[in-house]
């Protein structure tokens, strides 16, 4: 095995990182303000990805136009978890229990609403480059895994710049903080939830693309990323994005490592191994922050 080898392998697991990023950091940003986990986001993801699938036959493989799409698609229906799921609850409950069996059941709704619709017929997304590999030296690598690497670091970084230099970042950074003190000034607590869940669900529609783009589409996604969300979540440090990113990069790394040395069957095992040896050596996650509330 030579350098270029092993090059192409870190490069491959940097963008399956960076596509945990964008569905842990999204993850993250409703944990943040919330405190609790939405196991729907993964629902969320796979119906961006199969309205984006459906989109491609009315634009054709235009991967920007359709990125745009499926991510205006995860966030409007990100809304409709809110409203359908959580809203209410936040209003007249504090019981975590009840936020993490309302977001179980919707996940396991939309999931299956697009089993209903789809199952039984495999579908995947046309080929958006005209060349799918690219050599540079003697170095070939996926177009879709550099696209992916290009477009995760851009949102993440719009996200970024939104949280630390407008209104609405500052907003959602005092809700994360303490939601009665934003109320009380004069912040529109309800407004902030939606942006966020918004934010967090095109997050989750971009995700959904890429996904498709890279495996056939199945309901049964959903539920695999709505773990590896999870997991990213909880190493990098509940409710932290920072520690969802690094977290995320640390995943996609370590998969692909997994891959070579115990092959593609039994690297789940692998990974899933070694995250519960790194909870063991910091149980509060990378990035070091755990509130008793938060679950």
Not at 78 to 105: A, D, G, P
Not at 170 to 197: E, H, K, Q
Request: charged letters at 5%; aromatic letters at 12%; proline letters at 1%.
């Amino acid at each position: 095995m030579n350098v270029s080898y092993y090059l192409q392998l870190l490069i491959g697991g940097i963008s399956n990182g960076a596509m945990y990023a964008v569905i842990g950091v999204g993850w993250a940003l409703i944990f943040s303000i919330l405190k609790f986990s939405n196991f729907a986001h993964g629902g969320t993801m796979v119906c961006a990805a199969y309205l984006g699938m459906l989109a491609t036959r009315v634009v054709g493989a235009n991967l920007w136009l359709i990125l745009i799409f499926a991510a205006l698609c995860g966030g409007i229906i990100n809304i409709f978890v809110e409203l359908i799921s959580f809203h209410r609850l936040r209003q007249s409950s504090k019981q975590v229990l009840l936020f993490f069996v309302s977001s179980i059941t919707m996940g396991m709704l939309l999931q299956n609403l697009i089993a209903l619709r789809f199952s039984g017929i495999f579908y995947s997304y046309p080929n958006f480059f005209k060349q799918r590999f690219v050599t540079v030296g003697s170095v070939s690598f996926d177009m879709s895994n550099f696209m992916m690497l290009v477009v995760s670091t851009v949102v993440i970084g719009i996200l970024v710049l939104v949280l630390q230099k407008t209104r609405l970042g500052i907003a959602i950074r005092a809700l994360s903080m303490d939601a009665r003190t934003t109320s009380l000034m004069g912040i529109n607590v309800n407004l902030v939830v939606m942006v966020t869940f918004f934010a967090a669900g095109a997050l989750a529609g971009v995700a959904g693309v890429f996904v498709g783009i890279r495996t056939i589409l199945s309901p049964q996604i959903g539920g695999l990323y709505t773990v590896k969300g999870f997991m990213v979540c909880v190493i990098g440090g509940l409710g932290s994005l920072n520690g969802a990113l690094f977290a995320a990069l640390l995943l996609g790394l370590v998969e692909t490592a997994f891959s070579v040395i115990l092959g593609t069957s039994l690297a789940p095992v692998g990974t899933f191994f070694f995250m519960l040896i790194l909870l063991f050596l910091h149980p509060q996650g990378l990035a070091g922050t755990f509130a008793a509330e938060k679950a």
